[in-house]
């Protein structure tokens, strides 16, 4: 009898959660099908992502402050252990994670730059691939023409997104982070579905891998950080359990330490044992390491500055996009997505201030997108902005955002029109709209080189056993790699040492005890270069320069010069 009973309840349960399955399907029907997923699959896979790599191509080389800066010399520094050679060459950020830049270095340094710039596009295409499966997965609507002719319109309108298109095929790594939340939150979607079907196991193995890949591009880039902990926070939106709720911010967080332990234990503890501070140099007014100044060392500069314009952000940012970002640009996407969610508000109260006057049942609601994921994505764009918006409000780090905001749109117009046709020609009409006071930016493209970065070795080869002080606060640590391993670089000005800092003191130590020749490099166009102030703090004879302007093909005009030491 129990047999009996166990088959019944068993019978029962595949009955109600098993859809009604055709017996028999056509050729012609089958053949359609097949057709259409392989055309998916070349949509997805290639044309997007190929489409995306050629735009790269046609913007020309990327030249950004952050390359010239760090993310090359980085690369290089960890390949070849310089840590313990060079002092803050690439200012504060010689002491960021490596992880991204190690890769990026092979490349530039292996492929010719057309390769790279076009194999960058093409990988970070896949951010607008990710976004046609989110509207393809979260549309309910039958027509699977429908859904893909959505899926293309909405993933155009991402593709114009300004931060992403500025860092498209370049090396400022946004669109890596936005490429790994895309993808977690597309795993997390996925998770749920298994989750809300009683398929524990594939459920919490997917829900660990979006952790996991938060985890790991956290330690590329630590302002992904935001974004992993909005994805946790939203979580409960996705299910009608209490226990799976709580179940499932463990599993999310339990991936995402084990991520993080990958991808920057190891940097943590270089940093901790090096200078007392894991996260150096930044939160350093808590860790109050002697290497560097008592601050958080995080840049405030685009901050809003008070509670009025807290609220009204998006709208000033609509306005002048300078308030977000060091270049002019103008997009309206983030100031229409905050007034759909205003009215969306506003309309949601008065229908439960009228049903309750009346003493209504309210009645249920048809959707174009599913409920719960497009309440799980509408709650993780708004806590991400907010987040962001207290910690940075530089705009690059929200590329992920600005790509979802259009399908977001959608999904809160969905709430607020009963009337669905309503819905495509109202964001038809946005987008128009929007393109009229669209302004694109760039931060610095050049025609292709045959490599990324070339120097003439010609100039420096025969500089050896030398210290090099490096002045000023221009991005100029990209010449490093060019030079003998035996010249050692040394920076005591810039945005991270000062010359009372024990670094700053233990450069001047060196220069006057090495014995080594010493040269100076700095940009001739950097006004916070004062040669008569670095004169008297390191104790070096300006009276008697040997200089030469290096060439390379980066914009810059870098002096080198041969100094004497007092």
Known sequence: MQTYRNCCKVGKLATARSPIRIPFMSDSTRRRTTLTNILLLILLLALIPGAMGIKAYRMGKDTNWD???Y??????????????????????????????????????????????????????????????ILFYMLAVFRSRITKILGGIAIAYFAYTAPGFLSELGASMNDNFVSLFTLGAILLILLSAKSLNNDQKKIGFWL???????????????????????????????????????????????????????????????????RFGNPFFPNYNNLFHSPFAGSQNFLDRRFLPVNWQEYLLWPFIMAQNGQRVSELKFSDI??????????????????????????QETPAASTLLFDRRAGNYLIAFTGLSFVLWMLQFSIYR??????????????LVLDRIFSFKPVIPIL??????????????????????????????????????????????????????PFFSPDVRFLRPEGNLLNYGSELGSEIVQILHTSGY?????????????????????????LGNLDCQVLRDNMPDDLNFCKVLVK
């Open 67 to 69: 390359l010239r800066n």
């Open 71 to 132: 993310h090359f010399y980085n690369g290089y520094a960890q390949l070849e252990n310089r840590m313990d050679v060079d002092i803050s060459p690439a200012q504060m950020q010689t002491y960021f994670n490596p992880i991204l830049d190690v890769p990026l270095y092979w490349l530039y340094t292996s492929l010719p730059s057309k390769v790279v710039g076009v194999l960058y596009g093409c990988i970070q295409g896949v951010n607008i691939s990710l976004i046609f």
């Open 207 to 273: 829900l660990g891998l979006a952790g996991f890949l938060m985890g790991i591009i956290i330690g590329g880039k630590l302002t992904a950080a935001l974004f992993a902990v909005s994805l946790g926070l939203c979580l409960p939106f996705l299910y009608p359990s209490r226990k799976i709720k709580w179940s499932a911010l463990g599993v999310f967080i339990v991936g995402g330490a084990a991520g993080l332990l990958l991808s920057e234990g190891f940097w943590l503890l270089n940093m901790w044992q």
């Open 333 to 358: 996407r983030f100031a229409v997505l905050y007034a759909s969610l205003m009215i969306w508000a506003v309309v949601s109260a008065l229908k439960w201030i009228f049903r309750r006057r009346a």
């Open 397 to 410: 780090y929200i590329v992920v955002l600005e790509l979802l905001a259009p399908f977001v749109f959608l």
């Open 427 to 480: 964001g038809l009409l946005v987008f128009i709209v929007a393109m009229k006071y669209y302004q694109p930016y760039n931060w610095g493209r050049v025609p292709w080189t045959d490599r990324y970065i070339e120097v003439d070795r010609a100039q420096i080869q025969g500089v050896r056993n030398a210290n090099v002080i490096m002045l000023g606060s221009s991005p100029t640590s990209y010449v490093i």
């Open 517 to 541: 020749p010493v040269y100076l490099l700095y940009d001739v166009n950097d006004s916070s270069v004062d040669l008569a102030r670095s004169s008297q703090e390191l104790g070096i004879d």
